[in-house]
């Protein structure tokens, strides 16, 4: 067990939709990131965040957002969802952020867009 | 931009043989190197990072990896594969806040 704790595991919705996953980072951990793995397109870095802010942005789609709160669990939200969108999101926390930390990976949400 | 190759999308070896998963990359600067590995429906599992120092660094269940500045390579290595060692297994570059991973390597080892 990471420590890392994502919720749905799955979530099925249909096109057009929005949909919101969540993400406990390990107790201790001030930074989370986001990512997309899907069969064509690898693992896709998404989104950095470190105690709130935004850290770091990779190939996150404008129909995508996140943030972290201040009890720093983090949501990834999607918007007008397409077939394509449907993927394994996963969420990983790291203690400080920086090139060297580790990632602790959750479990993942597998999305199904319909 | 940095960049991540894992050239092999599949090794396959008997339980017993080494093994070895090739990765190379591209990065301004100095590297920070990972390998993780993910076993199916989990997430990824940290085995080793390379950081600085010696070229060669241990990580969890046996494996190791060579860090080789010159031929921007770091390869996965074990001495004797285990049937359990099956999975997938992605090494990353990390650098400004940015990580990046490969494709992925599925290994299969067989009895």
């Known amino acids: 067990d990471s420590g890392v704790t994502q919720t749905p595991k799955h979530l099925i919705t249909a096109t057009g939709q929005r949909v919101t996953l969540r993400c406990s980072p390990r107790s201790g951990d001030l930074s989370v990131y986001w990512y997309q793995q899907s069969l064509d397109q690898g693992l896709q870095f998404l989104i950095q965040?470190?105690?709130?802010?935004?850290?770091a942005k990779g190939n996150i789609l404008e129909r995508f957002s996140a943030q972290q709160f201040p009890d720093l669990h983090s949501e990834l939200n999607l918007s007008s969802l397409e077939l394509g969108d449907s993927a394994l999101y996963f969420c990983?926390?790291?203690?400080?952020?920086?090139?060297?930390?580790?990632?602790?990976f959750g479990a993942g949400t597998r999305l199904s867009v319909l | 931009a940095q960049s991540v190759a894992q050239p092999e999308d599949q090794v396959n070896v008997a339980e017993g043989n080494p093994l070895t998963v090739k990765c190379t990359y591209s990065?301004?600067?100095?590297?920070?190197l990972f390998w993780y590995v993910q076993y199916p429906n989990r997430g990824l599992q940290f085995l080793l990072k390379?950081?600085?120092?010696?070229?060669l660094v241990k990580g969890s269940y046996g494996f190791e990896a060579e860090f080789n500045k010159s031929q921007t390579s770091f390869h996965l290595k074990k001495p004797s594969a285990l049937v359990s060692d099956s999975a997938l297994y992605f090494c990353?570059?990390?650098?400004?806040?940015?990580?990046?991973f490969g494709d992925g390597t599925t290994l299969t080892v067989k009895p």
């Open positions: 390379y950081i600085t120092g010696d070229n």
């Open positions: 990983a926390s790291s203690v400080a952020g920086v090139a060297g930390n580790i990632q602790y």
């Open positions: 990353a570059v990390s650098n400004a806040g940015k990580s990046t």
């Open positions: 990065v301004s600067g100095n590297p920070y």
């Open positions: 965040y470190y105690n709130g802010e935004e850290r």
